[in-house]
């Protein structure tokens, strides 16, 4: 694997005992942006090594080097604590029993690197009636709210399209790690991070739990539509649909001018925010009408020039179609020794002076603990 010193986060170990998304998709952060990762996996990890070819996998696990270790040996696990002396971020989202069965919880490896990081990932937190549960994505969307909220009226609970409890708890852990190497350059001492799939999505619901915490008002489905904001959603048009989000009274009142109906805006039950919520059905079937009669090309044109903020529905090829998409460049190109050259996610962070690239795909180095951390230089 080759390394750009020049990264953010080049010079920092991290040992990386994750499975599945949530942790997986934490430590790429760290990985994307230099850091020398190395990926503990168990030898019986049969299901891991069929699908290392694939996309998710690839996708996952870049720029990560992958040892084999028998955690449950002596010798495996005195192979690990080698490592752990050695590093700055210990990684892991296992249940709560598994890590201290294992002896590789945080007061476990505490004593042996105060400097340590420990982060963790959990289904439902460290501690309380539900800790040593297991927890997998949809399950933690139900039990946070999100497939209530989610959907069409009366056509019951509905999931979101990804993994949105498993990335957002990633995102955060890998926030909270950054911290907390934030905090030991004062201190010196690491610390012991932790978020789970539960606590990250009931923290993704955001404005939705304020009206409940706040308001008391029980948030419920409205299909594409906004749940405060109205008209604000998918509308069809006459070779797909349009998203479109007159998020002011200014821009309400411009959109009526563009589709040549100045009589809506005589409807003084449609003036205010809260009448046009109280009208939602009929708002939304009067603009459906209108915006089915044209293309959606003519009506992302038409609005875009007016300042409405407007955009088409894409299909995944779309998406990496469109040219804003490839000028960000969200394609990464990426050698694969097997597959040759194909292109993985982009890291959606930018920061200026550094140049963004995939440095190669998952690597697999050694089926027992004979590996080291690269030179801090």
Known sequence: ?????????????????????????????????????????????GREVIGRRGS?????????????????????????????????????????????????????L?????????????????????????????????????????GEPGRGPMRAGIAVADMTAGNLLALAIMMALYERERTGVGKYVHTSLLESQVFMLDFQAARYLMD???????????????????????????????SSPKQWQTLCEVLGKPEWLARRDWASYAGRNGARAEIEAALSAETRTQTTVYWVERLEQAGIPCGPIYRIDEVFADPQVKHLGLAAPVQHPERGPTHLVASPINIEGHHKTIRSVSEVVAADGDIKFRDRS
Not at 222 to 231: D, Q
């Open 216 to 246: 008391r008002e029980v948030p419920e489905q409205v299909g594409n539509g906004h749940p405060t904001l109205v008209p604000m959603g998918a509308f069809p048009t006459s070779d797909g649909h349009v998203n479109i989000a007159p």
């Open 110 to 150: 505490q004593p042996i690197n105060p400097r340590l990081v420990y982060g963790s990932i959990s289904g439902f937190g460290q501690t309380g009636p539900y800790a040593e549960r297991g927890g997998v994505d949809q399950i933690a969307q139900g039990m946070g709210g999100l497939m209530s909220v989610t």
């Open 56 to 108: 998710d996998y690839q996708n996952l696990h870049r720029n990560k080097r992958v040892l084999t270790l028998d955690l449950k040996s002596d010798d495996g696990h005195a192979q690990l604590l080698q490592l752990v002396r050695e590093a700055d971020v210990f990684v892991e989202n296992m249940r709560v029993p598994v890590k201290r069965r294992l002896k590789i919880a945080w007061e476990d």
């Open 1 to 45: 694997m080759s390394t750009e010193p020049n990264l953010p986060l080049a010079g920092l170990r991290v040992l990386d005992l994750t499975l599945a998304r949530s942790g997986p998709t934490c430590v790429r952060h760290l990985a994307d942006w230099g850091a020398d990762v190395i990926r503990i996996l168990p030898p019986d990890s």
